[in-house]
């Protein structure tokens, strides 16, 4: 019940930031723990960070503490992942993700397409 489309990626300088956009429909956005994911080529899909939905408790992945920061616009039916200080090992395929906290892919039920981060050096 929720379609989700991701924006914002793109091409960055090691160093620079970015902030990903996640847009999804459906009335019952707000009831839903959100997440970030990220799959580079040849690689598994990986835990970025995640938002719980009621709380707003928040959980990142190790490689990302202190550099990123997940939030969420409910008014908006929008989650948001700032990335600063980026790094080349940052490059990869940013998903969106709807359902449940967890780190594992199959914690979420819904899924974006993804967007495009690249880092260069």
């Known amino acids: 019940q929720v379609q989700l489309v991701e924006s914002g990626g793109g091409l960055v300088q090691a160093g620079g930031s970015l902030r990903l956009s996640c847009a999804a429909s459906?009335?019952?956005?707000?009831?839903?723990?959100m997440g970030w994911f990220r799959q580079a080529p040849g690689k598994e899909r990986v835990f970025v960070a995640a938002i719980y939905c009621c709380s707003s408790t928040t959980y990142y992945a190790d490689s990302v503490k202190g550099r990123f920061t997940i939030s969420r616009d409910n008014a908006k039916n929008t989650v948001y992942l700032q990335m600063n200080d980026l790094k080349p090992e940052d490059t990869a395929v940013y998903y969106c993700a709807a359902g449940s906290v967890g780190q594992r892919v199959g914690d979420y039920a819904y899924w974006g397409q993804g967007t495009q981060v690249t880092v260069s050096s």
């Open positions: 459906g009335r019952t956005f707000s009831r839903y723990s």
